[in-house]
């Protein structure tokens, strides 16, 4: 723990970690401009070698396009000549380097009304130039390169394929024709030419960015047109590469790559080749459909600002290391006498106040801390002597208290069952004082063979006062009941005993019943206190009717009444003090009479000590951490019969 540490270890600490956070906050400031300028910079250049990258491949490609739209031009406005057209599809193969083939292919007799095919195609094979028929090898009707023009009616680019001998990377341009028959225009069939593709390729395979940056070219499915593994070409997609690779970020960039948008891809992507992280620019070839992706590596851009930091951060751990060593020689000069002084306050804290302080050498505030010691010292003396004569006054105290609450808890009857041979009927009472001595009470005995009287009581206060007016309330209420007299006079006499000479005003509430244990008939008499709950057999709990009657020992003229009720087999009373009703948690709520009705509804089935033992185990659980504040006491009589 740092409290446990000394304040040079806190200076360093504090000092040490204070500057490498402000030289951290510098690093990470000039780290991050510095990549900000490095993708700046990567967005700029990307942007110009893209656009001088596109620009050369849409010169290529637009040249190679206008050679079958000016054909389908020339067929829309002149008649069909077979030998001109022979003448035309040959120019076009003998004069264009980049043109492999060229073919006319007609719609079902457009050429001639007696002939559904015709497709003459001019091809270079061998050194020269060949001719065939492409009808008399395959129905070109349903062929890509027929179809997708026809029925798109605009020029298109086909997926590019390898020549028939396998090793030349070609595409198709596709361009329909038309012709006016009668008052509508029809199409008459497709001009298409085959395009070697080896420039393109030299094209993209120029991009050298850094040591191991590239550049490809992809196709409207996303299928490889260019790539620095030739494996690629033509047999994979960038979908299939991303699937493989586990790469979400590649696999989104594909997308938006078929969809013709531009940009640079927000999260690294793997280069295929290397397996380094890697910024992609990525932009479309508009008169293709295709698209064209260009990776920068990470490492090798940021290589010099990589370089130059890890120079910065060590020239930055040395400085804090010399700090830490300045700190540590200025921290040690400031704590030397501080350590002498400890050393003098650890005899101090054992008892030798005679232990002499080092010599005040200075008038700083080691100095001043030096003679405040000195005045604390005798202090101490002085505090220890008193304190000494207070502990052992306390000590007398609490053992008189101890000896009290063992005399209080005495008179109360604690022997449970306390009459095993009366099989009429079971009680059970506890107490929990405040305190170490309270002033609740509980008590039952025989007035005669059949007649047992129980009392519940809460005295006013706590403490020795409310202790001895328990007692004196114990006594009265057995010196009156053994007299044979009913529970209104009972109460109303001790009342009387009790308001003689009451000077501090201290009153008491009393339950007092007697139970006949023959008949199961409770005659009764509440002074102020709690009304008891009546436990039926068949569950219902319910209270006793409130009697309104004062408390016991406020005014000697007070009345009280007796009222009965008679227990059936299996019926029980639950008396009980307001420390169980009152108990409160830690969001000052009360446990509350009702809650004490609910509760005592669950334990039908039980026996006195079991009830008892439940609904204290309730209140713990409900006030929880809450300090006692009142007396709990609790009785419980359960009525069996003969």
Known sequence: MLRNKGIAFKLVLFFTLSSACIFAAIFSYNYFVSRRMIEKGIRENSSNLITTTTNRIEVLLSATQKIPENIAYFLENSTNDEQELFQVLYAVVENNAEVYGASIAFEPYMFKKDQEFFAPY????????????????????????????????????????????????????????????????????????????????????????????????????????????????????????????????????????????????????????????????????????????????????????????????????????????????????????????????????SGNFDIELPPVKTGDEVGKLSEAFSFMKESLKEYIRELTEATASRERMESELKIAHDIQMGILPKKFPPFPEKTEFDIYAMIKPAREIGGDLYDFFFIDDEQLCFVIADVSGKGIPAALFMALTKTLIKAKATMGLTTDKIISRVNEDLCIGNDMSMFVTVFCGILNIRTGEVQYTNGGHNPPLLMKRDGDVSYLEKSGELLVGVMEEAQYTTRSITLGQGDSLFLYTDGVTEAMNERNELFSEERLRKELTKYQDKTVDQVISAVMQEIGEFAGSTPQSDDITMMMITYKGD
């Open 122 to 349: 001019f091809y270079k094979a061998y050194g020269g130039i060949n001719f065939k028929y492409l009808d008399k090898y395959y129905n070109y009707f349903y062929w890509d390169w027929y179809q997708i023009p026809k029925e798109l009616g605009s020029p298109q680019w086909i997926e590019p394929y390898f020549g028939e001998g396998g090793g030349i990377l070609m595409s198709s341009y596709s361009v329909p024709f038309y012709k006016k028959i009668g008052n509508k225009r029809q199409i008459a069939g497709i001009v298409v030419v085959d395009v070697s593709l080896e420039s393109l390729r030299n094209i993209v395979s120029s991009i050298k960015i850094l040591k191991s940056g590239y550049g490809f070219l992809i196709s409207k499915n996303g299928t490889f047109v260019t790539h620095p593994i030739k494996e690629f070409i033509m047999n994979e997609t960038i979908f299939t590469i991303a699937e493989a690779r586990e790469d979400d970020n590649l696999r989104e960039v594909g997308r938006k790559m078929i969809r013709g948008e531009s940009g640079i891809a927000p999260m690294w992507v793997k280069s295929a080749v290397t397996g380094k992280s890697c910024w992609m620019a990525y932009v479309p070839i508009k008169s293709s459909g295709w698209s064209l992706g260009i990776l920068f590596p990470q490492d090798e851009l940021m290589a010099d600002i990589t370089s130059l930091n890890q120079v910065v951060l060590v020239l930055g751990i040395t400085g804090l290391l010399l700090l830490a060593v300045a700190v540590v020689f200025i921290a040690r000069s400031i704590t030397k006498p501080l350590r002498h002084m400890v050393r003098a306050t650890e005899h101090i804290g």
